[in-house]
């Protein structure tokens, strides 16, 4: 169960549910280190489910630009927010990802190319 508020000038959605598992925020913590150690790139937190799509990409100069689509309900709703940051931002993004990691780890590895 995670809970997704976006807000900007205006505007303010969110909603909660079961909508991302834990080998989705792996992915996405893997891509931010490459991108924190190459400084190119991108990361993308999607979801199975059409309420939740998060890009970041690496721009010139360590910049990042971020696109995130977020609904409460995909019927009658679609919310898209640019945002902007620098890579200084990221750390702290790989680091929220590793505390719900340790806290809810990855079990299934089969996607990973790993036999038992």
């Known amino acids: 169960m995670i809970r997704v508020r976006m807000e900007a000038h205006g505007a303010h959605v969110e909603f909660a549910g079961p909508i991302l598992m834990t080998a989705d925020f792996e992915r996405f913590r893997d891509q931010l280190v490459a991108m924190v150690d190459t400084l190119t790139g991108e990361a993308t937190l999607a979801s199975l489910e059409p309420q939740l799509n998060m890009v970041l990409k690496m721009q010139q100069r360590g910049?990042?630009?971020?696109m995130v689509e977020i609904?409460?309900?995909?019927?009658?709703?679609h919310h898209r927010f640019q945002v902007e940051a620098?890579?200084?931002y990221l750390p702290a993004l790989i680091s929220s990802c590793n505390t719900i990691l340790s806290r809810f780890p990855?079990?299934?590895?089969?996607?990973r190319g790993h036999s038992l």
Do not use: E, M, R
């Not at 910049?63 to 971020?66: A, N, P, Q, S, Y």
């Not at 609904?71 to 709703?77: A, I």
């Open 86 to 88: 620098d890579q200084s």
């Open 63 to 66: 910049h990042v630009l971020g």
């Open 71 to 77: 609904t409460p309900d995909h019927l009658s709703q």
């Open 106 to 111: 990855v079990i299934n590895t089969s996607d």
